[in-house]
């Protein structure tokens, strides 16, 4: 028995009917909340996703994202693991807040304007993602940033969902927007992103998806040669190569204030512990020496 038919929640449905939505939201924020006491956490997420979704359609946004914050306070201070189960109702009631926004038939305005229940719709996603970084649920913010032209934070979601698909089709949508000779440049530093957390499978396949004939280096562009090196270092990594391709692609690095920084966390993949005072990437050139690594942060402070 679904919860729309569920005697136990007459009530709540019958409050919602007659639009007495404040009510209905009290009722049901004390039902998951005896749901929780009884541990039946399934029942209580279950019970705050539907009628979270129930007040989209209703267009009462603001009961919505209150249920989905208490939704996400459960899951992060009940100790109990948060599913995949967990993750298709945040990206359920994610869509379901896009799809309601989108063919609203008034603009809305003040405190719920589009733009700040999307802002916040996010950020419950968001805290989802912290408890369980699930590539589902970064693909579907990853596509949601692209739709919005918010490229640098859609490339960080699908550089963390991994799909390639994707990636690919942002990244190159993102490229027709610059000129011809800056393209290349927006291929390598996703690449040199994917290298520094450590995903090399993914780097080489986006490689293998420019088509490109790296044998010969005379019709490659200079940034994607510098983007082959650099993954194949991590097939074979080589102290002596990493020196010379920094030498030699020097002017490409010097060319995105960031680039810098991506080789260092490169370098330390690669060579963690070596020490070699000449290696101007040793050390990451934006920090004072003795400052923490910030890598945790990496994806979402490296590139503006």
């Known amino acids: 028995m679904g919860i729309a038919d569920n005697p136990k929640y007459r009530r709540i449905n019958d409050d919602i009917a007659a639009g007495r939505f404040y009510d209905s939201l009290q009722h049901v924020l004390s039902a998951s909340q005896r749901a929780v006491i009884a541990k039946r956490y399934s029942e209580a997420f279950e019970l705050l996703h539907h009628f ?21 306070n459960i899951a992060t201070n009940s100790g109990i693991e948060f599913t995949e189960a967990n993750i298709d109702q945040v990206i359920s009631f994610f869509c379901t807040v896009k799809e309601s926004l989108s063919s609203a038939q008034e603009p809305l305005a003040g405190p719920l304007a589009k733009d700040a229940i999307l802002t916040k719709s996010v950020a419950i996603a968001d805290s ?11 693909l579907c913010l990853g596509k949601h940033h692209m739709d919005e032209g918010q490229l640098t934070d859609a490339q960080t979601y699908l550089i963390q969902a991994q799909d390639m698909e994707a990636l690919f089709k942002l990244l190159d949508y993102w490229g027709s927007l610059v000129q011809e000779h800056e393209r290349p440049f927006v291929f390598l530093r996703c690449i040199l992103i994917q290298l520094a957390t450590g995903d090399f499978s993914s780097a080489k ?11 010969s280096s005379n019709t490659v562009p200079i940034p994607l040669q510098m983007a082959y090196i650099f993954t ?15 030498k030699v692609y020097k002017p490409v690095i010097d060319a995105d204030p960031n680039f810098p920084r ?7 993949r690669l060579f963690p512990g070596h020490e070699d005072p000449s290696d101007p990437y040793q050390v990451d050139p934006t920090l004072p020496q003795g400052t923490g690594n910030p890598f945790a942060s990496l994806l979402s402070s490296l590139v503006s």
Do not use: T, W
């Not at 194949?232 to 920094?246: G, M, Q, R, T």
């Open 52 to 72: 979270a979704e129930v007040y989209i359609r209703a267009g009462e946004y603001a009961q919505s994202l209150e249920l989905m914050k208490e939704y996400m």
């Open 128 to 138: 989802a993602l912290e408890i369980n970084p699930h590539p589902k649920l970064s």
């Open 205 to 215: 396949c986006l490689l293998l998806m420019l088509n490109q004939d790296f044998e």
């Open 232 to 246: 194949e270092l991590f097939e074979n990594p080589d102290y002596l190569l990493y020196k010379v391709a920094c």
């Open 262 to 268: 991506l080789v260092h966390h490169v370098r330390e």
